[in-house]
Structure formats: structure tokens, C-alpha cells
């Protein structure tokens, strides 16, 4: 069973920067793609990014485009979601999760299996 953990998440004042950490276990292999969705209050939970640990792509959600960067160090089996110029709309908690599924999309997160606990992010002003 593949077990993700979220990490690097806090408090950080609006116009900073993040590094969040998604490290593996188990039987993991560079067949999986990682993706980082959130959810914050009363909000639906909404993918951000992915990058597949097979080729190194990467997808970006729009909003992240021009601000993050999804990174793997797979020797660590670890994944780094880096984001910048946070505003307090990014408040929220934050979430890997691991997929073999060739078809898996960011978009709908029920595709993604295996899912970490979550990490908070919040933003202040």
C-alpha cells in the first residue's frame, strides 16, 4: 500500500512563498503521478498540479501556472510543490495524493488513489 505524507506547510504573510513536501512509501514506483489538489472551508477540493514520476511532466491548474512549481526528487521519493506571491484566497489545507492510473486528472480528484493526511497553509494579511 502506498502511503503519502504532506509536509512544509504554516503561516506565511500574503506576497511570500511556500514549499510544501510530499514524500512516498511503500511500494511506490515511476509509475505513479503525484498530484497537489487543496480544500479550503466550504470549498470543494480543487487539484493544482501533478507531475509524473515516469517522464518528469508537469501540469499546472491555471491559477498556479505563473506563481508555482511541482518538482520530484525520486532517489527521496519525495515531492515539492513550491508556490510564490501567496494571497489570502490560497489559505487552505493542502494535499498530495499518488496514482497509477494512466487516465487520472487533477481535475477530478476521486481519480488520484492514495492520499495523505493534509498540511495548512494559511495566509495572513
Known amino acids: 500500500q502506498v502511503q503519502v505524507t504532506e509536509s512544509g506547510g504554516g503561516l506565511v504573510k500574503a506576497g511570500g512563498s511556500l514549499r510544501l513536501s510530499c514524500s512516498a512509501s511503500?511500494?511506490?514506483?515511476?509509475?505513479?503521478?503525484i498530484g497537489w489538489f487543496r480544500q479550503a472551508p466550504g470549498k470543494e477540493r480543487e487539484g493544482l498540479a501533478c507531475i509524473s514520476l515516469t517522464t518528469g511532466d508537469t501540469y499546472y491548474e491555471d491559477s498556479m501556472k505563473d506563481r508555482a512549481a511541482v518538482s520530484s526528487d525520486n532517489a527521496k521519493k519525495t515531492v515539492y510543490l513550491q508556490m510564490n506571491h501567496l494571497s489570502l484566497e490560497d489559505t487552505a489545507v493542502y494535499y498530495c495524493?499518488?496514482?497509477?492510473?494512466?487516465?487520472?486528472?487533477?481535475?477530478?480528484?476521486?481519480?488520484?488513489?492514495?492520499w495523505g493526511q493534509g498540511t495548512q497553509v494559511t495566509v495572513s494579511s
Open positions: 511503500g511500494p511506490t514506483s515511476t509509475k505513479y503521478a
Open positions: 495524493a499518488a496514482t497509477s492510473r494512466a487516465l487520472a486528472t487533477i481535475h477530478i480528484p476521486a481519480t488520484y488513489e492514495h
